[in-house]
């Protein structure tokens, strides 16, 4: 019984941040964002971005993406693919 509790925990764990995940890297209303960058290379402390006037930004297929700083912006703009979830 147990185990089945953690497993469906973890379901909805997943799929809630999925869904957080997918409203978040496009652009967001609340002031924060993931940098993708800094998501693909596992660096934790520089996950959030807080989005204002000066933060980077780069828009692909539609879509603007907010980074943490200007180089990751960089490496995003070179392989976008690279960086995104893929679905």
């Known amino acids: ?5 953690v ?3 973890s379901v909805l764990l997943v799929i809630g941040c999925t869904q957080q995940h997918e409203r978040v890297i496009h652009a967001s ?3 924060h964002a993931e ?3 800094c998501k693909y290379n596992a660096d934790l402390a520089c ?3 807080s989005i204002n006037d000066q933060t980077p930004t ?3 297929n539609g879509k603007r993406y907010y980074f943490c ?3 990751c912006r960089d490496d995003f703009a070179k392989n976008p ?5 893929s679905k």
Do not use: H, N, W
Not at 1 to 5: E, T, V
Not at 81 to 85: A, E, G, I, R
């Open 29 to 31: 209303t609340e002031g």
């Open 35 to 37: 940098c993708l960058v």
């Open 69 to 71: 700083s200007e180089e």
């Open 1 to 5: 019984m147990f185990r089945a509790i």
């Open 58 to 60: 780069f828009d692909y």
């Open 81 to 85: 693919q690279k960086y995104l979830p």
């Open 47 to 49: 996950l959030d971005v």
């Open 7 to 9: 497993f469906v925990a």
